[in-house]
């Protein structure tokens, strides 16, 4: 696995998300295995406050609100993936798992998105799903 890389920017300031680290490695392999895609992926994971999202959101998909996760793919195998770290103790209190479940979760869904995968339509949405946890539930308990 030579070539696969997570950067972690953490613009949160929150020191609680560097525990999540070996989990998102493990997540990117296991993707690349289950999705048959080569290891050579470089991601910048930045934690960001629901502000700091909030401002993503509005500034480059106009949508006025904040949100859990935001993915941009810089090229084929490079991408950012911007995380609310307020959302993970609020996802992760309101579905009733693990705040590392949904930490893994967040994580696992940017990664899919950069992968090329979407939700927009109800069938796409189940595959996305389906791989989401067929990914993370080796990986880690709910």
């Given at each position: 696995?030579?070539?696969?890389?997570?950067?972690?920017?953490?613009?949160?300031?929150?020191?609680?998300?560097?525990?999540?680290?070996?989990?998102?490695?493990?997540?990117?392999?296991?993707?690349?295995?289950?999705?048959?895609?080569?290891?050579?992926?470089?991601?910048?994971?930045?934690?960001?406050?629901?502000?700091?999202?909030?401002?993503?959101?509005?500034?480059y998909?106009?949508?006025?609100?904040?949100?859990?996760?935001?993915?941009?793919?810089?090229?084929?195998?490079?991408?950012?993936?911007?995380?609310?770290?307020?959302?993970?103790?609020?996802?992760?209190?309101?579905?009733?798992?693990?705040?590392?479940?949904?930490?893994?979760f967040?994580?696992?869904?940017?990664?899919?998105?950069?992968?090329?995968?979407?939700?927009?339509?109800?069938?796409?949405?189940?595959?996305?799903?389906?791989?989401?946890?067929?990914?993370?539930?080796?990986l880690?308990?709910?």
């Open positions: 696995n030579l070539g696969m890389e997570i950067i972690f920017i953490n613009n949160a300031k929150d020191r609680s998300v560097y525990r999540y680290k070996k989990d998102f490695e493990n997540i990117l392999e296991r993707a690349c295995q289950v999705l048959e895609r080569k290891g050579d992926w470089s991601l910048s994971v930045i934690y960001v406050t629901p502000e700091q999202i909030h401002e993503i959101n509005r500034d998909r106009k949508v006025d609100r904040p949100t859990d996760v935001i993915s941009f793919a810089i090229q084929d195998e490079l991408g950012d993936i911007f995380i609310n770290v307020q959302a993970i103790r609020d996802q992760a209190s309101a579905y009733g798992h693990s705040i590392r479940r949904e930490a893994c967040l994580f696992c869904h940017g990664l899919l998105h950069l992968m090329g995968y979407d939700h927009m339509k109800e069938e796409d949405e189940k595959v996305m799903f389906a791989l989401q946890d067929e990914i993370l539930d080796e880690v308990q709910r």
